[in-house]
């Protein structure tokens, strides 16, 4: 506990805690946006690579539930309908992860904020983004390719993997279900790749061990506002909820 102090004042951990229930009652309520919400508000105190290091663990552990919460069958299932997501999500999170620290944090915000800020303001003012089924292979490609490339550098990949699910018009179930998965996988590859960078190291991990509680906390308060959801406002909710966090990417990045 001391080390844990020494590395992050006892004010900021409750902050840091009390952030990590906010961003798992989102994540419990629509399925993502916890390691968003995390590494956009843990890194306005905490430098950006102990605020990395913050959400890793704590997003393993809230995908591992959320993938699971209806029995590993159904899991698996979605593993089978969207196993080439996964996969190039995996190979692209496993390269960029390497390069941590090469590129201008800025420049991954921007270029994650910008087009998932104006897909889901278009989204909510009636346009819907359809996709054909001889394009859904390489849209699949492209999303996964991104999301993986971009969670690799900032532990968000949760934004274009949503709105290609959206895109698709997936049910609410199911997309929660898929994105657990999905998410569930990557995460377990963005720790064993932050093992190897040195992002999760002795001085950090006792801090991301510390989030998982809160962040479990917030995430079944978030799975019952879930429940309580029909298709059309979980969807609205959801778009919403990209526009917010896309806003605030770019404030971010715009703000250095």
Same mark, same amino acid.
């Given at each position: 506990?001391?080390?844990?102090?020494?590395?992050?004042?006892?004010? /900021? #951990?409750?902050?840091?805690?009390?952030?990590?229930? +906010?961003?798992?009652?989102?994540? +419990?309520?629509?399925?993502?946006?916890? %390691?968003?919400?995390?590494?956009?508000? /843990?890194?306005?105190?905490?430098?950006?690579?102990?605020?990395?290091?913050?959400? !890793?663990?704590?997003?393993?552990?809230?995908?591992?539930?959320?993938?699971?919460?209806? +029995? %590993?069958?159904?899991?698996?299932?979605?593993?089978?309908?969207?196993?080439?997501?996964?996969?190039?999500?995996?190979?692209?999170?496993?390269?960029?992860?390497?390069?941590?620290?090469?590129?201008?944090?800025?420049?991954?915000?921007?270029?994650?904020?910008?087009?998932?800020?104006?897909?889901? !303001?278009?989204?909510?003012?009636?346009?819907?983004?359809?996709?054909?089924?001889?394009?859904?292979?390489?849209?699949?490609?492209?999303?996964?390719?991104?999301?993986?490339?971009?969670?690799?550098?900032?532990?968000?990949?949760?934004?274009?993997?949503?709105?290609?699910?959206?895109?698709?018009?997936?049910?609410?179930?199911?997309?929660?279900?898929?994105?657990?998965?999905?998410?569930?996988?990557?995460?377990?590859?963005?720790?064993?790749?932050?093992?190897?960078? +040195?992002?999760?190291?002795?001085?950090?991990?006792? #801090?991301? /061990?510390?989030?998982?509680?809160?962040?479990?906390?917030?995430?079944? !308060?978030?799975?019952?506002?879930?429940?309580?959801?029909?298709?059309?406002?979980?969807?609205?909710?959801? #778009?919403?909820?990209?526009?917010?966090?896309?806003?605030? #990417?770019?404030?971010?990045?715009?703000?250095?």
């Amino acid at each position: 506990m001391t080390g844990l102090l020494d590395l992050v004042p006892l004010p /900021l #951990l409750v902050l840091a805690a009390s952030i990590a229930v +906010g961003a798992g009652v989102v994540k +419990g309520a629509t399925g993502f946006a916890f %390691p968003m919400i995390m590494i956009s508000t /843990l890194g306005s105190f905490l430098p950006p690579q102990i605020a990395l290091a913050a959400l !890793i663990v704590p997003t393993v552990v809230t995908n591992g539930f959320q993938a699971f919460r209806e +029995g %590993p069958a159904a899991a698996w299932d979605a593993v089978r309908a969207h196993w080439l997501f996964v996969l190039v999500v995996s190979i692209c999170l496993i390269l960029s992860a390497q390069l941590v620290g090469l590129l201008d944090p800025r420049v991954i915000f921007l270029a994650i904020g910008v087009p998932i800020t104006l897909f889901a !303001i278009f989204q909510l003012g009636g346009w819907r983004l359809r996709i054909t089924p001889g394009s859904k292979r390489k849209v699949e490609i492209s999303a996964a390719a991104f999301a993986g490339a971009v969670g690799g550098f900032s532990g968000v990949w949760g934004p274009p993997t949503v709105a290609y699910l959206t895109a698709l018009d997936t049910p609410k179930t199911e997309a929660v279900r898929t994105q657990g998965v999905i998410f569930g996988l990557s995460s377990i590859l963005l720790l064993l790749a932050h093992m190897n960078s +040195g992002v999760l190291n002795a001085q950090t991990w006792p #801090l991301s /061990l510390a989030m998982v509680v809160p962040a479990l906390l917030g995430l079944k !308060i978030g799975q019952g506002l879930q429940d309580s959801m029909d298709q059309v406002r979980f969807r609205r909710f959801t #778009l919403i909820v990209l526009v917010v966090a896309g806003l605030n #990417l770019i404030r971010r990045a715009l703000a250095g």
